[in-house]
């Protein structure tokens, strides 16, 4: 599995950006994608991630009301609806896949494929 994050820029505060990232090669339907962000000097965190089926979302408490995660089976799509962006959204967001192997997965953790990271960066 390959993957290509774009969208990241510059924006201010209160702004809306939206993020995409394209997945190539074999994305099962038993696969959660999702969206990481990592931060100068932070450890990545997890943002959202959705599931094969539609309405299978899971957000971070942090973004929960404001960032959107939908994902696009039939064109291996994923995207992240940010609005009302902060400061402390700024980071590099990286999209990933994880191979769903058990009914108890955690959505937050333990990715197998990663793409390479697209930087926002959101000014007061």
């Known amino acids: 599995v390959q993957l290509q994050a774009s969208g990241g820029g510059l924006v201010q505060t209160g702004d809306s950006l939206t993020l995409s990232c394209a997945a190539s090669?074999?994305?099962?339907?038993?696969?959660?994608m999702g969206w990481f962000r990592q931060a100068p000097g932070k450890e990545r965190e997890f943002v959202a991630a959705a599931g094969y089926r539609a309405g299978s979302t899971y957000y971070a408490d942090l973004v929960k009301g404001r960032f959107t995660i939908s994902r696009d089976n039939a064109k291996n799509t994923l995207i992240l609806q940010m609005n009302n962006v902060r400061p402390e959204d700024t980071a590099v967001y990286y999209c990933g896949v994880k191979i769903i192997r058990s009914v108890a997965t955690d959505p937050t953790m333990n990715y197998d494929y990663w793409g390479q990271g697209t930087q926002v960066t959101v000014s007061s």
């Open positions: 090669g074999r994305t099962f339907s038993t696969t959660l």
